[in-house]
Structures are given as C-alpha cells and as structure tokens.
C-alpha cells in the first residue's frame, strides 16, 4: 500500500485498534495464473494466548481467523505461506462545500491497515474449536450481550471438520490515515466539524479520528 508520509499513523495504536475495532478483513492470496488471486471476507482476532492485549508495533502479533474449507482460497493456502489481510476503518467522501475556498477538489478521507504474515494452518479439530471459541468470546464481549456458548458446544463440534482455521504471524504493517493533513488547519476543522455533525456514522467516527490528529 502506497502511503504518504503525511497520511501515516501518528502511533503504532492507532493500527492496533482499527484492527480491533473493524476485524472484518479482507484476506489475499496468490491463486494460480489461471484463477488469479483469492480474496475472502472473515474474521479476524488477535490471538487471547499471545497477543490479546497487544499495544506494541504489529510485527511480532499473531491473529486468528477461519474460513470455510470448501473455499478454493483455503486449499491455496500453504503452512509457511504469506497472507495478505486488509482492514478498513471509518471513512467518507469529502465535498469542497465543506472548505469554504476556492478552487477546490473533492476526496476521500479514509482509513486502512494491511497487514502481512506467515500462515500456520490450523488441522485439528479441538484447535479449530479454540479459533472459534475464541472469536466467539472476542466478539460477544466486545459488541454483544456475552452470550453463554455451552449449550451450543456439541453443534460447534460437528461442524468444526467444514471450518478452516489459522494463525498468521504478522512480519509487516501500513497503516493510512487520510484525514485532511494535506489542507490547511482551518479547512481541516471545517471538515471535521461538518462530520461531526453528521447523521452518518462514518463520517462522525472520522471526525473522532480527525480530533485526534497531533
């Protein structure tokens, strides 16, 4: 990913919890000259035994994330093999009535973590179990009602044998956090002032992130 030194995360943090906070990612493999690339939506958590409290630079962390096996991407992955995972956080069109000055250009604010690592398919059943357990605890705590999975172990075991799971040792991160650092201080705050008073989540989730901007 092409980043602009101005649009760099202002803190490794900041990587960690669009991550946290938006972990549907978009996963890429190499496919054959054929097929071409795969591409797959899943989920994706920092792994609780590792890293689940992760603050540092994210080299080093380990993820976890599952997939159908019936998905031609899982056969293309090889234990030992580079995954690419892409992560998007709040974003937005910008309109130039916003800036107040003329001329003017309309954009898009955006933000974006792609991160690359080394896959270790997962192949037995109780670990896929613990993948999913997981993701289960991962996300109820963080956007539900902490659902009690115990009634619902024995039909997580009978279809574990279609679930993919694996853990990806990150080597690499960017991180883009375009939020109007290329216009000047006063156009800067118009922007985040009209998203801030938005009806749309996104653009009032940019605006947090725009606040926040050193």
């Not at 609780?48 to 096996?69: C, F, K, V």
């Not at 954009?107 to 270790?120: M, S």
Request: proline share 7%.
């Amino acid at each position: 990913m092409f980043v602009p030194s101005f649009y760099r995360e202002p803190q490794s943090s900041w990587m960690v919890d669009l991550i946290a906070d938006n972990p549907l990612a978009l996963a890429v493999a190499n496919g054959a000259a054929e097929t071409g690339p795969y591409a797959t939506h899943l989920p994706v958590i920092f792994d609780p035994e590792t890293s689940g409290d992760w603050t540092g630079d994210l080299p080093g962390a380990t993820l976890l994330g599952h997939m159908n096996r019936a998905n031609p991407h899982w056969s293309a992955l090889e234990t030992g093999g580079v995954l690419l995972l892409t992560f998007t956080g709040p974003h937005s069109y910008v309109s130039p009535t916003v800036y107040d000055v003329t001329p003017a250009a309309p954009t898009w604010n955006f933000t974006a973590v792609h991160v690359r690592g080394v896959v270790e398919k997962i192949e037995t059943t109780e670990e896929t179990l613990d993948v999913v357990q997981s993701t289960v605890s991962a996300f109820e705590k963080a956007f539900g009602a902490d659902w009690d999975m115990t009634e619902s172990l024995g039909y997580f075991r009978r279809i574990a044998p279609a679930v993919g799971a694996f853990r990806l040792t990150v080597t690499g991160a960017e991180g883009m956090f375009k939020l109007s650092q290329e216009q000047p201080c006063e156009v800067r705050e118009r922007v985040q002032e009209a998203f801030g008073q938005s009806a749309c989540t996104y653009k009032r989730q940019t605006a947090g992130l725009m606040s926040r901007l050193p």
